[in-house]
C-alpha cells in the first residue's frame, strides 16, 4: 500500500539524522508536534497510509545513534538491548538466541521478513500494543527512558498503564532478565533458608529445585504476516517434581489490546499443585481478566476464550511432562 497523493503534504518533510540521543531531543523539542522519531518507521507508515495520522513535517531518524542499536549483558545476567536494533538483527544474534530464546520465538513469529529487517524492537513496543510485549512481560523486562536530562528505568508492566506524560522522552533500553525463575529476585529468594526449613533433628532441609520449565508463545491471526493479531500469549512455568508451581508468568495482547500480565491468577498458583482443578481455574481466570479488545477481525469473547485455550494447553503440556496428567 502507498500515499494517495492527496495525502501527500505540499512540502516534503525534512530528514534529519542526528548522532546523539541529546540531539534527537534537542530536534523534538525544536519542532514539537510537527516532528515524529523514528527507526524503522514500519508502524508509523500504516497509520499515514490509512489516515490514521497526519503526516508529519520532519522526520527525526535514530539510525545513525549507535548507542540505541547496541546490545550487552552486564554482571546480573540482565541483556540490555538498545531499541532501534532491528527485530531481524535481535533473532540473529548468538547471546539473544542463547539468553533470551522466548523473545527469538516471538520475533519469528510476527510480521514477515522483509518487515522484520526494518522494525525496531523499541518501535514495537512504543505502539503499546506490539506482539512483542506478551513475551518481554513474562521476561520482565524494563524500559530505560531519558528527557535529555533524566534518565529513568521502569518496569514494563508499569509502563504500559502509565499516562504518556513526557512525549518527547525518548527509549535508550529494553533490560530484559534471563534465567526466569533464576532472575536477581528468584535467587535472593533462593538463598533466603526459611526458619521452618529444619527438621526435627535439627538437620538442614534443601528445598528441591524447580524439575522442568515450560515457555511458549503464540500468535493467532488470519495470515502470518500483514495482518493484525487476533490474539498473542506468552508464558513461562516451573513446577518441582511432585508438580507444585514454583514460577508461574503469563501474559496476553493482540490487536489494539495493551498487553498485560495476569499477576492475580500467577500468585494463586505459586506454591500450589498444578492439576485438573487448578488448570480450570486458571482458563476460566483468563477469560475473566483478559482485557480484549474487539475489532473487524474478531469480538471480544472469541479473543478471551482464545488466550484462555492457548495458555491452559501450554501449561497442560508442562503438566504432562511432569507425569501429572498420568498421575492417580
Known amino acids: 500500500m502507498s500515499i494517495p497523493m492527496h495525502q501527500l503534504p505540499e512540502q516534503q518533510p525534512s530528514v534529519w539524522q542526528p548522532t546523539s540521543v541529546e540531539e534527537a531531543i534537542q530536534l523534538k523539542h525544536k519542532w514539537g508536534k510537527d516532528a515524529v522519531l523514528v527507526a524503522g518507521g514500519t508502524w508509523l507508515r500504516t497509520r499515514w497510509e490509512n489516515g490514521l495520522a497526519p503526516i508529519p513535517q520532519h522526520f527525526i531518524s535514530l539510525g545513525r545513534i549507535l548507542v540505541l542499536s547496541g546490545l550487552t ?49 523499541g518501535g514495537n513496543v512504543m505502539t503499546r500494543t506490539g506482539d512483542l510485549i506478551p513475551a518481554l512481560l513474562v521476561m520482565d523486562a524494563q524500559i530505560q527512558c531519558t528527557d535529555g536530562q533524566n534518565e529513568r528505568t521502569i518496569g514494563l508492566k508499569e509502563w504500559l498503564t502509565a499516562p504518556l506524560d513526557a512525549p518527547d522522552e525518548i527509549m535508550t533500553g529494553i533490560i530484559v532478565q534471563t534465567g526466569g525463575a533464576g532472575s536477581q529476585d528468584g535467587k535472593e529468594n533462593a538463598a533466603k533458608i526459611p526458619e521452618d526449613a529444619k527438621s526435627t533433628d535439627g538437620q538442614l532441609v534443601v528445598a528441591e529445585e524447580p524439575k522442568s520449565t515450560h515457555e511458549f508463545y503464540f500468535k493467532v491471526g488470519r495470515r502470518e504476516a500483514f495482518t493484525p493479531s487476533v490474539v498473542t ?29 495476569f499477576t492475580a491468577l500467577e500468585a494463586g498458583m505459586i506454591g500450589k499443585p498444578l492439576n485438573k482443578a487448578a488448570l480450570q481455574i486458571l482458563h476460566k481466570g483468563v477469560i475473566t481478566d ?36 498420568y498421575a492417580p
Open 290 to 325: 483478559f482485557d480484549a479488545v474487539a475489532d473487524d477481525y474478531a469480538g471480544v469473547a472469541y479473543r478471551k476464550q482464545t488466550a484462555a485455550n492457548l495458555i491452559m494447553s501450554e501449561c497442560f503440556k508442562a503438566w504432562r511432562k511432569g507425569g501429572g496428567a
Open 73 to 121: 549483558v552486564n554482571s546480573q545476567g540482565q541483556v540490555h538491548i538498545g531499541p532501534a536494533l532491528s527485530i531481524a538483527e535481535l533473532m540473529k544474534n548468538e547471546l539473544v538466541q542463547q539468553k533470551c530464546e522466548l523473545l527469538v520465538q516471538a520475533c519469528s513469529e510476527i510480521a514477515a521478513p522483509s518487515i522484520r529487517n526494518l522494525a525496531s524492537i
Open 233 to 261: 500469549v506468552a508464558g513461562r512455568i516451573s513446577l518441582q517434581s511432585d508438580g507444585t508451581v514454583t514460577d508461574i508468568a503469563l501474559a496476553a495482547g493482540g490487536g489494539n489490546a495493551v498487553p498485560a500480565r
